[in-house]
T-cell receptor, first 112, second 116 residues
Framework: QKEVEQNSGPLSVPEGAIASLNCTYS??????FFWYRQYSGKSPELIMS????GDKEDGRFTAQLNKASQYVSLLIRDSQPSDSATYLC????????????FGTGTRLLVSP | EAQVTQNPRYLITVTGKKLTVTCSQN?????MSWYRQDPGLGLRQIYY???????DKGDVPEGYKVSRKEKRNFPLILESPSPNQTSLYFC???????????????FGEGSRLTVL
């Protein structure tokens, strides 16, 4: 089993809709969870981090963490064509040296 | 401007010809790391460094070397490149405090390497 798993997509949503991106992870003392956005040909940029169970909201983005079920999700409200990108889930494991493991990413396409 | 700078951004080379990809950050970060990104495999860590003269292997270190002689620089060395090292490479950095407490990374723009 991969440490961090994501559906590769593409996930297609119309402009203005809610995009829901999901990520599951192996539970190995994990403690921090991140969503990075990567535009085609560009470097990843951090958009959300979450450290405890529940929801965390930042503008149009909401990260949700459920440690019991070992999943992290990202909701994007009022999706815009500029949100079209690959979204990488990353989990920081606290095992010896703290290790950041990335999922393979979900490609999101927002159509006008 | 705070940034992580990689060079070259694009390189086509041939099997066996030694090459170095440089990485430099101007944020006085202690932690630096190299990742490679391949379709279907995501970002995988090659090497990391917690500070000057302190480096360690990541998940896919075979065929690579690194050095950390100065805090700002963390070059990635391919002594004898092979076609399976064709990939998109990213350097990333963070302060020790930010890395240990949050895990947030700042990425360079990437270096696309093709080995023929």
């Amino acid at each position: 089993q991969k440490e961090v798993e994501q559906n590769s997509g593409p996930l297609s949503v119309p402009e203005g809709a809610i995009a829901s991106l999901n990520c599951t992870y192996s539970d190995r003392g994990s403690q921090s969870f991140f969503w990075y956005r990567q535009y085609s040909g560009k470097s990843p940029e951090l958009i959300m981090s979450i450290y405890s169970n529940g929801d965390k909201e930042d503008g149009r983005f909401t990260a949700q963490l459920n440690k019991a079920s070992q999943y992290v999700s990202l909701l994007i409200r009022d999706s815009q064509p500029s949100d079209s990108a690959t979204y990488l889930c990353a989990v920081k494991y606290d095992t010896g040296f703290q290790k950041l493991v990335f999922g393979t990413g979900t490609r999101l396409l927002v159509s006008p | 401007e705070a940034q992580v700078t990689q060079n070259p951004r694009y390189l086509i080379t041939v099997t066996g010809k030694k090459l170095t990809v440089t990485c430099s950050q101007n944020m006085n970060h202690e932690y630096m790391s190299w990742y490679r990104q391949d379709p279907g495999l995501g970002l995988r860590q090659i090497y990391y460094s917690m500070n000057v003269e302190v480096t360690d292997k990541g998940d896919v270190p075979e065929g690579y070397k690194v050095s950390r002689k100065e805090k700002r620089n963390f070059p990635l060395i391919l002594e004898s490149p092979s076609p399976n090292q064709t990939s998109l490479y990213f350097c990333a950095s963070s302060s020790a405090d930010r890395w240990l407490n949050t895990g947030e990374l700042f990425f360079g723009e990437g270096s696309r390497l093709t080995v023929l």
